[in-house]
């Protein structure tokens, strides 16, 4: 890490902390000894492979859009916590492109556990559902 003072790469870190997604670090700069402060975040190039064979780097913020379609009326804090949970099960696939059913199977287990509707309703979405019969047996399934 340089020093941002005097572009020194000698530097130590004082006090380490995690947040929410980062690493905050506390350095020392050991040539003119100012502070301040890093903040660290992994980053990742996750590849989604869509339905009709195309490519494209993998975004939260789609996921996250489509849970509060399905549940219509959330707090805000529930749906990131939601969509940092499921994208934490998606990295831990340690699958590198990964194809969307899989993301929306990912998804479904995870809205099945907190708001069985809202998985219904991305359900009917997600699997293209327009026969009610069909809607019915996957609600069969939800219920399970």
Known sequence: MYCPFCANEDTKVLESRMLDDSMRRRRECLKCENRFTTYEKALFNLTVIKKDGRSQEF?????????????????????????????????????????????????????????????????????????????????GLIIQ
Not at 69 to 84: I, P, W, Y
Not at 91 to 115: A, F, H, M
Request: charged share 40%.
């Open 59 to 139: 975004d939260l913020n789609k996921i996250t859009k489509s849970i509060e379609k399905a549940c219509s009326k959330v707090d805000e804090t529930f749906l990131q916590d939601l969509s940092k949970k499921i994208e934490q099960k998606i990295l831990s696939k340690k699958i590198n492109p990964l194809k969307t059913t899989e993301i929306g199977k990912i998804v479904l287990q995870e809205l099945k556990k907190v708001d069985k509707i809202a998985c219904l309703r991305y359900t009917s979405v997600y699997k293209h559902i327009e026969d009610p019969k069909i809607l019915e047996k996957e609600l």
